[in-house]
């Protein structure tokens, strides 16, 4: 019986360790808003994630390539040609570098969808 118990209780660890190391999706179209390189404040930069892998193209048009930190899984990428790494917000809207460098997510509105002030509700007087 208590061999069933160990079992069960390592199959439940297992699983929750399992849920809790689910990433975001880092793929997509960023903006450098912070300490950006060259004076490129607002200068588009770009991940791609695939799996582990993550590819990014930096606001001066340099690639690196990272993967999860070994520390901190969820929540950190290691650039290993840069000697640094990155921590990303639960949501992945923001990824901050360790050398002070942020990018912001841009996000892109659904085709068709439009954005802005638009006409309001025509109200006709009785």
């Known amino acids: 019986m208590r061999l069933i118990s160990l079992a069960l209780g390592l199959a ?3 699983a929750a360790t399992a849920a809790s190391a689910e990433t975001v999706n880092l793929t997509g179209t960023y903006r450098c808003i912070q300490m950006c390189r060259d ?17 990014l193209t ?17 929540s950190r990428i290691w650039i290993d040609a840069r000697g640094e790494g990155a921590v990303y917000s639960p949501d992945g809207m923001r990824i901050q570098f360790d ?21 309001g509700p025509v109200v006709y007087g009785r």
């Open 12 to 14: 439940a660890a297992c």
């Open 39 to 55: 004076g490129n404040f607002g200068a588009p930069t770009f991940v791609t994630q695939n799996g582990d892998a993550v590819n």
């Open 99 to 119: 050398d002070g460098r942020v990018w912001q997510r841009v996000i892109v509105p659904a085709p068709g969808v439009t954005v802005g002030i638009g006409r």
């Open 58 to 74: 930096t606001e001066t048009g340099e690639s690196y390539k990272a993967w999860p930190d070994w520390n901190a899984p969820a």
